[in-house]
T-cell receptor, first 113, second 113 residues
């Protein structure tokens, strides 16, 4: 099976812009989770989608949003970018059971100037 | 909410030696899984080992094993016969009721030839 893919791998944006990141899970996986990784805050959970519905949400402002399509692919959107949004954004998929291993994509490196 | 503590920000080990990375957590759940993930310089998160909380026996995966003490809420990772390829950030992750994974701050492991 192909692994989790994320596009684009690298992005450079300026403050105030918006950005959309994409994640394609492993075939058959229904859960997609997003994480933000920064040197200061470490790995933080953004949200999880399961069968096109947001199942869990972390403690991030409303500028961060996401969605999941019927083929389980997911997108994450960040509006009105701030310098502090510069981070590695990781996507992970799993079959959906809470105790399943999560399979991670390579990440999207977002730089906000 | 679960909290996870990895008290060793950095560790080093000589090649072929053994090293133990510590992790403690807090949870109100009784049945759960715990995970150790590895993140090498490529940034790809890779599952190292998984432990089921209801199992008495400690999980083992080749050179990697855990010392799981449920009452003490401790979940340490032992790496035997360390290899250069083991150099990475290691994250402890017990799942919480709200999020798929809650990560510790990580331990950066260096392997000295």
């Amino acid at each position: 099976k192909a692994g989790v893919t994320q596009t684009p791998r690298y992005l450079i944006k300026t403050r105030g812009q918006q950005v959309t990141l994409s994640c394609s899970p492993i075939s058959g996986h229904r859960s997609v989770s997003w994480y933000q990784q920064t040197p200061g805050q470490g790995l933080q959970f953004l949200f999880e989608y399961f069968s096109e519905t947001q199942r869990n949400k972390g403690n991030f402002p409303g500028r961060f949003s996401g969605r999941q399509f019927s083929n389980s692919r997911s997108e994450m959107n960040v509006s009105t970018l701030e310098l502090g949004d510069s981070a590695l954004y990781l996507c992970a998929s799993s079959p959906g059971d809470r105790n399943n291993e999560q399979f991670f994509g390579p990440g999207t490196r977002l730089t906000v100037l | 909410a679960q909290t996870v503590t990895q008290s060793q920000p950095e560790m080093s080990v000589q090649e072929a030696e053994t090293v133990t990375l510590s992790c403690t957590y807090d949870t109100s759940e009784s049945d759960y899984y715990l995970f150790w993930y590895k993140q090498p310089p490529s940034r790809q998160m890779i599952l190292v080992i998984r432990q089921e909380a209801y199992k008495q026996q400690n999980a083992t995966e080749n050179r990697f094993s855990v010392n799981f003490q449920k009452a003490a809420k401790s979940f340490s990772l032992k790496i035997s016969d360390s290899q250069l390829g083991d150099a990475a950030m290691y994250f402890c992750a017990p799942p919480s009721g709200n999020t798929p994974l809650v990560f510790g701050k990580g331990t950066r492991l260096s392997v000295i030839a």
